[in-house]
């Protein structure tokens, strides 16, 4: 890999982990994955400041994937801890929520009170997260490399005019 896109890739990644793993926050995935795609944009945009020319597309593509990858790996690690203290209270919720409603038809109501009783136990425990993380990679890498792509389109600077010679700033 090279080690221009490794930081971009990192920040992108944990942004979008992040953001993915909150309880609440995380719902505005289901507006078409938004942080998911804000990672590799994310990435693209740092990738893009830190060169003196425009990157390419294939350059924001290819931050975007890696930046997919990490935050499904941020996202999944982040989730475990998250759903140990908010899932007594999602079981709780549960169960009220069982309680209030009226007419419920039997093999639902058993799916939602099963999961009040047990939770996340036995297999699941262990299989669950493993599920989770190959599913957040291929989402991820699928919507933070279009994420990516757009923010090699939308943060691309200017080709230099031919002849030109290109002076780093001193630092």
């Known amino acids: 890999m090279r080690a221009d896109l490794t930081q971009p890739a990192l920040i992108g990644g944990v942004v979008m982990g992040v953001l993915s793993a909150l309880p609440i926050v995380s719902v505005a995935n289901a507006c078409c994955c938004l942080w998911i795609v804000s990672g590799g944009l994310i990435a693209a945009y740092l990738l893009q400041q830190n060169q003196?020319?425009?990157?390419?597309?294939?350059?924001?593509?290819?931050?975007?994937?890696?930046?997919?990858?990490?935050?499904?790996?941020?996202?999944?690690?982040?989730?475990?801890?998250?759903?140990?203290?908010?899932?007594?209270?999602?079981?709780?919720?549960?169960?009220?929520?069982?309680?209030?409603?009226?007419?419920?038809?039997?093999?639902?109501?058993?799916?939602?009170?099963?999961?009040?009783?047990?939770?996340?136990?036995?297999?699941?425990?262990?299989?669950?997260?493993?599920?989770?993380?190959?599913?957040?990679?291929?989402?991820?890498?699928?919507f933070s490399t279009l994420g990516g792509l757009l923010g090699a389109a939308l943060f691309r600077k200017p080709t230099p005019p031919a002849g030109t010679i290109d002076i780093p700033p001193a630092s």
């Open 52 to 142: 003196t020319g425009p990157i390419t597309p294939g350059d924001g593509a290819l931050v975007g994937l890696l930046a997919g990858f990490c935050g499904a790996l941020v996202k999944v690690v982040l989730s475990i801890p998250i759903g140990l203290l908010v899932g007594p209270m999602e079981r709780e919720l549960m169960q009220r929520v069982l309680e209030m409603a009226g007419n419920i038809p039997p093999d639902i109501r058993d799916t939602f009170e099963r999961y009040s009783r047990e939770g996340r136990s036995g297999p699941l425990m262990i299989l669950g997260p493993i599920v989770e993380l190959v599913f957040w990679m291929m989402i991820g890498g699928i």
